[in-house]
């Protein structure tokens, strides 16, 4: 199976930047390999919020509106790490920041049951 393990969250000015990372490990061979990732968010008391995603074939991208412009999603294919740049933070970005990973089609790729394995989530908190 896939383990993916976030780091790099925080607390942060608004205006400022973070760069949450995501680790994959394989745990034990699989029998199909996960061609998208992505990062979603959750705030408390909100329903899990669709951030950004990242395909293999045709390294294609795709960004919530309410981020689109100011984050930005990138693969380290050595490293095994997906990262999301986040700059202009403000307030309204505080969440808990999850990363996702899966074997799914361009229809389901902006929601979270289009994806199998998840992290454990990183905080990221901005104040005003």
């Known amino acids: 199976q896939v383990q993916l393990v976030e780091s790099g969250g925080g607390l942060v000015q608004a205006g400022g930047s973070l760069r949450p990372a995501c680790t994959v490990t394989?745990?034990?061979?699989?029998?199909?390999?996960?061609?998208?990732m992505a990062w979603f968010r959750q705030a408390p008391g909100k329903e899990r919020e669709f951030v950004a995603a990242?395909?293999?074939?045709?390294?294609?991208?795709w960004y919530g509106d309410s981020v689109k412009g100011r984050f930005t999603i990138s693969r380290d294919n050595a490293l095994n790490t997906l990262y999301l740049q986040m700059n202009g933070l403000n307030p309204e970005d505080t969440a808990v920041y999850y990363c996702?990973?899966?074997?799914?089609?361009?229809?389901?790729?902006?929601?979270?049951?289009?994806?199998?394995?998840w992290g454990q989530g990183t905080q990221v908190t901005v104040s005003s």
């Open positions: 394989l745990r034990s061979q699989s029998t199909e390999p996960c061609g998208a």
């Open positions: 996702a990973a899966g074997y799914t089609i361009t229809s389901q790729i902006m929601r979270p049951t289009g994806y199998r394995y």
């Open positions: 990242w395909r293999r074939m045709g390294s294609q991208t």
